[in-house]
């Protein structure tokens, strides 16, 4: 099947930094469409690559699908692994066949479908459901499923019916089997595409694997995301940012969201200036997911004295003097990567979904900070010959499937002049392909 960049089979020509491609990850094959919501992308997960779909706006539905006709009577199985679950009727995420796109849905824009889906409504893992796009649910099947679990889903459509099944893919006794339903209203899903389903809720992170569809009991198609191409790892961005190796970057509405699309440490963007003998760094940070507040590595903020691979005499990859949200929702706390914490634990009663305008600075020896009015302690941080001079920039979550958004961006070198700023007003390309944005998304 063919792997040529999305991006190309689309007729788009964006103009990305050099700087700015990890090898890690990888473009969506040109035999997927997607539609007007969500965010799609290859990434690879511990040597697999998967197909990563991130919640970075409410937008209902999210949907890719295949692009190709395999009729009205068939067979869709892929492996699905919810990483992040926020709660609430929006979180949600399956497969879908019979998916009508913009345009030819009957029942309004946007694409429409027949789903099976994770679907929670009262903030436990206990609930799978059929779901006709904008016609209807079907029955509750109780069924105890976890985040961050390998699950097989099966969804088949013969005539006005469908039956299914979720799978553990570790444990083949760990599953259900979805009764049969009657499709609500089947003149509106006569036939259509078959693909999945990324979630509703806003910051909610899921992985794809392992897609097949099948006719008759035969694979038609199938697809494991092992694709050649290399994509940017920042899409969007002006030139002035670098990406590191890990996690993906993407400008959309107005800000900048940071994706933990692995959970590689550490994942720092920055602004290509070096700041020579310290220097300060703005900026407004909402955190829209932290799926587990006892683990370490749920983490977020801002950075300064980031040394770029190869410079970084303490092991590869980026490394800088951090200023961060940390693990519980009421602790605050500078990190210098690879080194230590910082002195002194803060609390900082903060939440989710909430923006915060977060303030750092260095004299090369020693940072300070604050998070709105609350000032942080200084820290004189250790092994400063290490982190002499380097770039300021931000730092999303080491923890995979955590999505940051970030907004107006503000560098000062050490004599206070502002010497970089970003509102991330503008996406960053050809007129044609911010216009034709959404086709990627």
């Not at 370490?296 to 092991?315: E, F, K, N, V, Y």
């Amino acid at each position: 099947m063919s792997k040529r960049l999305a991006l190309m089979t689309l007729g788009i020509c964006v103009a990305f930094s050099s700087a700015a491609v990890a090898g890690i990850h990888y473009e969506l094959g040109s035999d997927w469409q997607v539609g007007e919501f969500g965010q799609y992308i290859i990434v690879d997960d511990d040597g697999n690559r998967v197909m990563c779909a991130a919640s970075i706006s409410g937008g209902d539905p999210k949907h890719a699908w295949v692009d190709q006709d395999f009729g009205s009577d068939y067979t869709v199985t892929c492996d699905v692994n919810m990483l992040t679950w926020n709660g609430g009727d929006p979180s949600r995420a399956g497969i879908v066949g019979r998916l009508q796109p913009n345009g030819t849905a009957i029942d309004g824009d946007h694409d429409r479908g027949v789903n099976l889906l994770l679907h929670d409504e009262s903030a436990i893992f206990d609930n799978v459901e059929f779901l006709n796009d904008l016609q209807g649910w079907g029955p509750a099947t109780a069924f105890a499923w976890t985040a961050r679990t390998w699950y097989t889903f099966v969804i088949t459509f013969s005539g006005d019916t469908i039956t299914g099944s979720v799978t553990n893919k570790d444990d083949a006794t760990d599953m259900i089997d979805v009764a049969e339903w009657a499709i609500i209203n089947p003149e509106n899903r006569t036939a259509g595409f078959a693909g999945v389903t990324a979630s509703t809720n806003l910051g909610e992170v899921v992985y794809f694997d392992n897609f097949e569809v099948s006719v008759g009991g035969a694979v038609v198609f199938s697809d494991d995301f092992e694709g050649t191409d290399d994509a940017p790892a920042a899409l969007g961005t002006s030139s002035d940012w670098v990406a590191g190796n890990a996690g993906y970057y993407v400008v959309n509405d107005g800000q900048l969201y940071g994706i933990a699309s692995n959970g590689a440490d550490p994942k720092h963007m920055w602004y290509g200036g070096a700041l020579v003998g310290g220097g300060s760094i703005s900026a407004d940070v909402t955190m829209l997911s932290w799926s587990d507040p006892t683990d370490d590595h749920s983490r977020a903020g801002l950075a300064l004295h980031i040394q770029p691979d190869g410079t970084a005499p303490d092991g590869a990859n980026d490394r800088g003097v951090c200023l961060l949200l940390h693990q519980e929702l009421n602790q605050v706390e500078f990190l210098n990567d690879n080194r230590s914490w910082g002195a002194v634990k803060e609390e900082f009663e903060w939440a989710v979904g909430t923006t915060y305008t977060f303030s750092m600075a260095s004299d090369g020896t020693t940072v300070n900070g604050s998070i709105d009015d609350f000032a942080m302690t200084a820290w004189e941080f250790p092994d400063p010959a290490n982190r002499a001079d380097g770039f300021a920039g931000i730092t999303p979550s080491t923890r995979a499937g955590e999505i940051v958004a970030i907004d107006n961006v503000v560098i000062s070198d050490a004599a206070g002049n502002v010497v970089f700023s970003d509102d991330f007003e503008t996406f960053h390309g050809t007129a044609s392909s911010a216009a034709s944005w959404e086709l990627l998304r």
